[in-house]
């Protein structure tokens, strides 16, 4: 069974600071997703990551993926107020028939403060 | 303009009841997907469709049934052997599930139980 961890799962940043979110996860796959979701909002994409060595950026916010460690990271830079939302990871299971399935991390709830 | 559509927003579910929720798609995607979300977690699989007439069981689909006859359409219905039915509903599309397909997110249907 496919397994993803985020963490931290809280996150309280300053204004302007940088800071990294970790999502492993337990099983072979090369495509990692990235969402954001504001309060009481649906699930909004924000990277798709298809190979070892991805790296996606858009503003602030860069995403990687190594696939041999089972790790993806999305760093923030200079974070602002903003970027206060819950961010998930998931991970599409390639490795049975259930193939396109997601299975989605716990969510790291991001606050910036002034 | 094309998107996902779910209605209602809100929905009250009384002991016994089955209710069904809407989701709706012009995005011309083959492939739709329920999950579930409660407070303060991710996302758990449902149920998903690749083809029309065509769906498999997700990680949680006990007390839940769908239907896909339109490959616009998906609708979730929540029976009454689901115990703990009160979630936010998300239901999502994407173009396919043969490629690195992006998922996209309707806005949601919250239900609570009278």
């Known amino acids: 069974e496919l397994k993803v961890e985020q963490n931290p799962l809280f996150l309280s940043m300053q204004e302007g600071k940088n800071y990294t979110i970790y999502c492993n996860y337990s099983?072979?796959?090369?495509?990692l997703y990235w969402y954001r979701q504001d309060p009481g909002k649906s699930l909004e994409s924000l990277f798709v990551?298809?190979?070892?060595?991805a790296v996606k950026q858009e503003g602030r916010l860069m995403a990687s993926l190594d696939t041999k460690a089972r790790l993806s990271t999305l760093h923030i830079t200079a974070a602002v107020h903003d970027l206060s939302a819950t961010y998930f990871c998931?991970?599409?299971?390639?490795?049975?028939?259930?193939?396109?399935?997601?299975?989605f991390g716990q969510g790291t709830i991001l606050t910036v403060h002034p | 303009d094309g998107g996902i559509t779910q209605s209602p927003k809100y929905l009250f579910r009384k002991e016994g009841q089955n209710v069904t929720l809407s989701c709706e798609q012009n995005l011309n995607h083959d492939a739709m997907y329920w999950y579930r979300q409660d407070p303060g977690q991710g996302l758990r699989l449902i149920y998903y469709?690749?083809?029309?007439?065509?769906?498999q069981k997700g990680d949680i689909a006990e007390g839940y049934s769908v239907s896909r006859e339109k490959k616009e359409s998906f609708p979730l219905t929540v029976t009454s052997a689901q115990k703990n039915p009160t979630a936010f509903y998300l239901c999502?599309?994407?173009?396919?599930?043969?490629?690195?397909?992006?998922?996209?997110f309707g806005p949601g249907t919250r239900l609570l139980v009278l």
């Open positions: 999502a599309s994407s173009k396919g599930t043969g490629g690195a397909e992006t998922q996209y």
């Open positions: 998931a991970v599409d299971d390639r490795g049975g028939t259930s193939y396109g399935k997601l299975t």
């Open positions: 469709s690749q083809i029309v007439n065509d769906f």
């Open positions: 099983t072979t796959s090369d495509r």
């Open positions: 990551l298809l190979s070892n060595g």
